[in-house]
């Protein structure tokens, strides 16, 4: 709801599921399956640790840190944040392919300002 004295269009209307899904599909298809990137100093201390330590190579460490910052972002809501900002649903709903409206049935009933008696009639 725009607040007095702001355009509507300062209160855009969030994307929704299909954009989401669209995006996703989008950037995967995008994405190189091989990535070069360069290390400042302190990341390449960092991996030569790991790799070191672990007795790994240094694509699968990076592979686990990335798993790790994903599962990170999941676990503490920070997803879930960014999507909701955005898209306007959440990492669950993505995965479900519907809304928490769409799961509970939310607009499937009657609504109050309808008047309809028959509403509990069996």
């Given at each position: 709801?725009?607040?007095?004295g702001l355009p509507a269009a300062a209160f855009p209307t969030p994307m929704g599921l299909d954009d989401l899904?669209?995006?996703?599909e989008a950037a995967y298809t995008d994405l190189p399956t091989e990535v070069a990137l360069e290390l400042d100093?302190?990341?390449r201390r960092e991996l030569t640790m790991l790799t070191t330590a672990l007795d790994d190579d240094p694509e699968d460490?990076?592979?686990r840190a990335l798993h790790l910052?994903?599962?990170?972002t999941v676990d503490t809501g920070q997803l879930d944040f960014h999507l909701?900002?955005?898209?306007d649903v959440t990492y669950d709903e993505y995965?479900?392919?519907?809304t928490y409206d769409e799961m509970t049935g939310a607009g499937a009933f009657p609504q109050a300002q309808q008047n309809d008696?028959?509403?509990?009639q069996f």
């Open positions: 709801m725009p607040e007095r899904t669209d995006d996703i100093e302190d990341s460490v990076l592979e910052f994903f599962q990170t909701r900002s955005t898209y995965l479900s392919g519907m008696d028959r509403r509990y």
